[in-house]
């Protein structure tokens, strides 16, 4: 019954900005730990940010300096501001909450220009 669903991908010029969604239900949002992650075509995904329940964060190193996750508990819903977008960040944005078992969303294409 848990579901994840992303929003807020497109095409964007380099150096452009984005922000993600990932709307979420059948899941009590607020005690867990929410990451996005980004898989591009032939690639490995890779995580790209973490919040935990307690609102700390984690960021992988490219990204870092220029990604911001946040949630907002009422709404169930955890976001990724990605401002200074470059070509290598296109990939599948995927949404994932951290149980027992980790569920996983859909995903939604942004597609950076150079």
């Known amino acids: 019954q848990v579901q994840l669903v992303e929003s807020g991908g497109g095409l964007v010029q380099s150096g452009g900005s984005l922000r993600l969604s990932c709307a979420a239900s059948?899941?009590?949002?607020?005690?867990?730990?929410m990451r996005w992650y980004r898989q591009a075509p032939g690639k490995q995904r890779e995580l790209v940010a973490e919040?935990?329940?307690?609102?700390?964060?984690n960021y992988a190193g490219f990204v870092k300096g220029r990604f911001t996750i946040s949630r907002d508990n009422a709404k169930n819903t955890v976001y990724l501001q990605m401002n200074s977008l470059k070509p290598e960040d296109t990939a599948v944005y995927i949404c994932?909450?951290?149980?027992?078992?980790?569920?996983w969303g859909r995903g939604t294409q942004v597609t950076v220009s150079s």
């Open positions: 994932s909450a951290m149980m027992i078992v980790q569920y």
């Open positions: 059948g899941i009590i949002f607020s005690l867990n730990a």
């Open positions: 919040i935990t329940s307690g609102d700390s964060t």
